[in-house]
Every structure is written in C-alpha cells, then in structure tokens.
C-alpha cells in the first residue's frame, strides 16, 4: 500500500474518531489543537537552511531530517551496513502503530508525506545519529515526522533521535515512530527532546519484540511548551527484554506528560522501567504507566516506577503507575515518589564549603544519574549531562 492510499485509509478513521466524544482520550486543549487542526504545511527550501547544533555527537553516522524528509545532502554516507532511505513505500508501514483506536497515530498516519526508514543488516557498533529539525520562519505550521526502524535477525543497531525546533514561530508537530525487533536482535534507542519554547507535541513511539530480542529505550526530554510523548512496548516473542527509561526536566510554564505502556504477550519476558522528573518555576508534568500481562503470559517479570522532584512549591506532577494482571505466576512491581531536595543533605553539603546552588545540582546529578549512567556512546552521554548542568543553572 503506497502512501496516499494510507493517507486516506487513516483520513477516514480519524474522522469517524474525531465524531465521536473524544474525552476518553484526556486530551489537553493544545493536544486537541495538534489533533483538530488542519494541515498548512509549506514545501520549504530545506537544503536552503543554515542550523548549527551545540549539541553534536560524535563517531556516529548523521541522519538529517528537516520537517519530516531525509535530507541527503546534509547526511553522512551510509556503510553497507545499514540501508537507510525515505520511507516512501515501504511495506511496513502501520503494521506496528495503529491508527485505529488512537487519534494521534491516525492524525499522522492520515497526514505525513514523507519519513524515514532505517534497517540494520547485521550487528555494526556505530550508532545512528538522526537529527530532526523542526522549522518554520512565517506562520504556524503543522510538521508530521515519521520514522519506521526495522532490526533484522540477530543485528545489533544504536540510533540516537534528537528533535530541536526553531524559534521563529510556533510549530505543532505530531509525530509517530515504529519498530520491529525481529529474533535475538539488539536495540538501543535514545529520543532527546531539546525543542524551543515554542514546540507544541505530541506523539507516538510503538515497538514490536519478537522472541529473545531486547530494547533499551531511554527517553530525555528538555523543555518545550507542550510535550505529550506516548511509548507502547508490545513483547510478544519469549525471552524478550524491555528496559524503558527516562527523564524530564521542565521550567517556567511549560507541560510535559509522559505516557506508557508495557504489554506482556508472550511467556518468560522481562521488562524494567523507570522515569525520573525534575519540575520548578510553574511547570507542569504527568506520568501515567501501564504494565499489561496477558492471560497466558506466566513467568513475567516487571517493574515500574517514578520519582519526581519538586523545586518550587508551584510546580506540579501527577503519577500514575499501573499494573493489569491476568497471569498468577508472574512477578510485578511498582510505585511512585514526589518530593523536595533533602534539606539535611543541602545543610551538610554547605557544611563543607560548598555552595547553596553547587550543593543543589549535586544532588540532582545524584537523582537523575541513575538513569544517564546506562548511556553507553560516551560522547553522548557527556554532552547530554552538559545539558542537564545547564538547565539546572
């Protein structure tokens, strides 16, 4: 099925959702905006747009997206390694995310024009860094990124997502990600959002596990005016593994909601996950997390959890871990903490010489290392903590 025929697939069944009452859904008003509103996308002369990132990783192979569509000219050569293209027609498309059911994915899946597709071959140690940049220099615009990643048989791949966005004006982007991971295949996945203050998103990550494979997915979001990031993990091959991480740091005003879930479909799976927020000023952020255990899926063992820092006495958080068990021989955890820094531990920092806002990121480092001391690229795991510092400033 090519793309328009997907297009209007999806058209129609986001119409029949959008008849409907779409309160089941929870949507905040400018998540309705994204939803609801039509697309104005303008063909922009892409390779005309001059964007110097400080954020560059390095050994990695360089994927440049600007609103969606490979740019192949400001993208590293592909080893043999990799087959990396538009996605164009590829045959995978919503197999992995449905739209059915799910106004976000059916917003995308009935608008996008173009995408990416990434397919890794066979077990290769560089990593794929794929930058997608967000752009706009006139009027309000709707962007619908869209990424299928594919991992073959017994291949190990790395990909780093980094999303940044221009500040010229306001952007609505709805995207949607898909992944297949076939047998005994390897994943590492880091999505890092760094948008401006004027990025309103919202959109859907959707992985397939299939027998022995594993997936670390980490998630770090920084800033934006509204972020809404939904991640659905569905392990329906024996012996999967699944480790979900994350972390958000939000400021000023701005709304950051992460929603999961974790579907055990298969016997003898494994999954972990944990995020970690950090929210001051008058921001705003939600966890809402669901571990699924399927009838027959015996032998599982989850955990879930979030913890939360409150650095304002404005700042808010709503927690929401979940467990839906329909399987007696399984082991499943979970829980949730909100709170401040430790005042006795500030008091006893001080105590030594240190200062009040030194003593603070100590502790937040503490906090939020847990998550980043798993990054295994070396350079991104240090530019992402010179992020991290500068935010705490």
Known sequence: MNIDCINKTANKTLQD???KDLKQFKFKDKENIIINNPSDFKKLENNKIDFNLDYQIQDCIKVVLINGELIKELSDKIP??????SINNSKSLSKVACPNGNPVIA????NFKNGLYIESKEKYSKPIYIINYLYNNDSPTVVFPRIFIQCNNNSNLKVIEHTVSSNDSELLNNYVTEINCDQSS?????????PSSKLYSTGNVSIDMHKSSTAKITSYTIGGEFIKNYISCNLVGEHSELILDGIFLGRDK???NNDTAIYHNAPHSYSSEKYKGILKDRSEGSFNGIVYVSKNSHNINSSQYNNNVLLSKDANINSNPQLEIYCDDVQCAHGSTIGELDDDA?????????SFDDSRSILLNGFVNEITDKISIPSLKTNLLKQIANWMK
């Open 80 to 85: 043999k390694n990799y087959y990396i293209d």
């Open 346 to 354: 500030i008091l006893y920092l001080r105590s030594r010489g240190i």
């Open 254 to 256: 701005e709304y950051i």
């Open 107 to 110: 917003n995308n899946t009935a």
């Open 186 to 194: 390897k994943l590492e996945y880091y999505i890092f959002q760094t």
């Open 17 to 19: 959702m959008l008849s």
